[in-house]
């Protein structure tokens, strides 16, 4: 199992298999909400253990089509949480233990501010692949 949770530990949750894959962001949404850092996980393999009741959900304006989570207790950045999906992202930066996977993709590398260089040899795409 690797577990995960929010800053102040309201929100709790297990993984019964490591992430399908893990990846950085760089569009401004994710770097502004703090969570550039995504690893893609199974729906059946996410337990919410605790804190249900500090999940808040912020929905974007379109064109965006990605949700947001975060503990409203602490403001943790939680990826997608509670997705309806068979897969979501979660934000890594939540994991308490190792995921079991590295960075594989870059994605909006085009958005990438000019202080952060890329120093891995992981894929990289201009904006998200199709």
């Given amino acids: 199992m690797i577990k995960g949770s929010c800053c102040c530990?309201?929100?709790?949750?297990?993984?019964?298999?490591?992430?399908?894959?893990?990846?950085?962001?760089?569009?401004?949404r994710?770097?502004?909400?703090g969570a550039s850092a995504l690893a893609?996980?199974?729906k059946n393999s996410f337990t919410l253990l605790a804190g249900r009741e500090f999940i808040q959900r912020y929905e974007p304006e379109p064109p965006f089509t990605?949700?947001?989570?975060?503990?409203?207790?602490?403001?943790?950045?939680?990826g997608e949480i509670g997705s309806e999906n068979?897969?979501?992202?979660?934000?890594?930066?939540?994991?308490d233990d190792d995921p079991e996977a590295r960075?594989?993709?870059?994605?909006?590398?085009?958005?990438?501010?000019?202080?952060?260089e890329?120093?891995?040899s992981a894929k990289q795409f201009q904006e998200s692949p199709t």
Wanted: contains cysteine; charged residues 15%.
């Fill in 9 to 28: 530990g309201s929100v709790k949750f297990e993984l019964a298999s490591p992430p399908a894959m893990m990846g950085m962001c760089h569009c401004s």
């Fill in 30 to 33: 994710c770097r502004k909400a």
């Fill in 40 to 42: 893609f996980v199974d």
């Fill in 66 to 78: 990605y949700a947001r989570t975060f503990c409203k207790k602490c403001g943790t950045s939680l």
């Fill in 86 to 95: 068979d897969s979501f992202p979660i934000s890594v930066n939540c994991l």
């Fill in 103 to 116: 960075i594989q993709f870059h994605v909006h590398v085009g958005s990438k501010p000019a202080w952060y």
């Fill in 118 to 120: 890329i120093c891995d």
